[in-house]
């Protein structure tokens, strides 16, 4: 029987929500990139660079990219674990799974990369020096599933890494609202067709867990030494946990 979940800020049911993220991920693919340089003002590059920094990897590592979509991330990492590393591509999503698998060729990388739903990840236990997941937690439906798969597949003294929108300073949500429900949509509209999916987006910003609730998330999830570092005044928060 399904459940009801949130897509933005419609109750929806659990299998309802999954055909709808399919559609907007369907909708943005070809112009993921363009959109997000164009409403972070470029900050999404440095708030990925320093994840891939603070994930404390060397050469040689193994890494999974969760909803890793154009593969900007996974290809930051290849670049830190070196030839002799291994770095997963993984999104749910075919669309954009195939702009990144492309990119990733562009750059001279030949990434394996894998569709399949971050709550059932058919890898083994106890394989990756980390797993990552940036802007896509919030889209999934059951986000406990997500991060105890996550924890299953690192090895003992992994680390998981979730990159997200949070919760803004509170002094700054006024204008902050403002920009995300009407320069945005207004973005998407111009620069995609599709002013919907923006307001989508900017909608399940608001719905996801702030920092602390997180936090608290991934230590239900059997994460430990879960911390948090905000990054341009919350409105992106990367927290960190480890398995041992």
Not at 48 to 65: N, Q
Not at 226 to 236: K, S
Request: glycine share 10%; with cysteine.
């Amino acid at each position: 029987m399904s459940g009801q979940t949130h897509f933005g800020f419609q109750t929806v049911s659990t299998h309802e929500k999954a055909r709808k993220v399919a559609g907007v991920f369907d909708s943005v693919a070809g112009k993921y990139d363009l959109m997000n340089d164009l409403m972070s003002g470029g900050l999404h590059r440095l708030w990925k660079a320093y994840a891939v920094e603070r994930s404390g990897l060397r050469k040689g590592g193994r890494v999974l990219d969760i909803a890793g979509g154009s593969g900007d991330l996974a290809r930051a990492f290849a670049k830190r674990v070196g030839s002799e590393g291994e770095v997963w591509l993984s999104d749910i999503n075919q669309a954009m799974l195939g702009v990144g698998r492309d990119r990733a060729a562009d750059a001279g990388m030949l990434l394996p990369v894998l569709q399949c739903d971050a709550e059932r990840l058919p890898f083994a236990s106890d394989y990756f020096d980390c797993v990552s997941v940036a802007f896509g937690l919030r889209n999934m439906t059951r986000k406990d599933a997500a991060l105890a798969e996550m924890r299953r597949v690192l090895r003992p003294g992994g680390c998981a890494l979730v990159l997200e929108f949070s919760k803004i300073w509170q002094p700054l949500s006024g204008i902050y609202d403002w920009y995300s429900f009407n320069v945005v949509p207004w973005l998407g509209k111009k620069i995609v067709d599709d002013e919907a999916s923006y307001r989508y987006l900017a909608e399940s910003i608001r719905m996801h867990p702030g920092q602390k609730e997180l936090k608290l998330l991934m230590e239900q999830a059997g994460l430990e030494d879960v911390e948090y570092h905000n990054l341009t005044a919350g409105v992106v928060a990367l927290h960190r946990g480890y398995k041992y």
